[in-house]
């Protein structure tokens, strides 16, 4: 239960909102009928209160849905739009690793990209450049005196 807390809550608060807006949805739509002298029809009532909740969804839910959903897959498959910070980032730790590694650093570095997909897969924006791979070769260790 502690583990899932976040969506029990969201589950409980989505359940409870959802039962009010149909019951407040009931009342005012008996009302309206009782403003025209008809009874308020259940049937009618189902029908216009579905109707309304896909339309609030459909504007609401399903936009947010997509722009969450949508926006984490761009950054997951590595959209060079989501990569930009990384970019410096990595091409910093791949000098520092060239720097110290020594003869073995293109083979870790190589190790590495493949390990997280960066060959034959999402390549990092600006990752090829001549500057990114080259980066720390000519820098002499520090350790070495």
Same mark, same amino acid.
């Given at each position: 239960?502690?583990?899932?807390?976040?969506?029990?809550?969201?589950?409980?608060?989505?359940?409870?909102?959802?039962?009010?807006?149909?019951?407040?949805?009931?009342?005012?739509?008996?009302?309206?009928?009782?403003?025209?002298?008809?009874?308020?029809?259940?049937?009618?009532?189902?029908?216009?209160?579905?109707?309304?909740?896909?339309?609030?969804?459909?504007?609401?839910?399903?936009?947010?849905?997509?722009?969450?959903?949508?926006?984490?897959?761009?950054?997951?498959?590595?959209?060079?739009?989501? %990569?930009?910070?990384? =970019?410096?980032?990595?091409?910093?730790?791949?000098?520092?690793?060239?720097?110290?590694? *020594?003869? !073995? #650093? +293109? %083979?870790?570095?190589? =190790?590495?990209?493949?390990?997280?997909?960066?060959?034959?897969?999402?390549?990092?924006? *600006?990752? !090829? #450049? +001549?500057?990114?791979?080259?980066?720390?070769?000519?820098?002499?260790?520090?350790?070495?005196?």
């Amino acid at each position: 239960m502690k583990r899932y807390a976040y969506g029990w809550i969201t589950l409980g608060f989505f359940l409870v909102s959802f039962g009010l807006h149909w019951l407040f949805g009931w009342y005012a739509f008996a009302d309206e009928a009782a403003s025209h002298g008809e009874k308020a029809q259940l049937s009618e009532y189902l029908t216009e209160m579905s109707r309304d909740t896909f339309e609030n969804w459909q504007s609401e839910f399903l936009q947010l849905l997509w722009q969450v959903v949508g926006l984490a897959y761009f950054l997951y498959i590595g959209s060079p739009a989501s %990569k930009e910070n990384d =970019d410096r980032l990595e091409a910093k730790i791949d000098a520092l690793l060239r720097m110290n590694g *020594g003869e !073995d #650093a +293109e %083979k870790l570095i190589a =190790d590495l990209d493949k390990h997280y997909l960066r060959t034959d897969g999402a390549a990092p924006h *600006g990752h !090829d #450049a +001549e500057l990114a791979k080259s980066a720390g070769r000519h820098v002499r260790h520090v350790a070495a005196g």
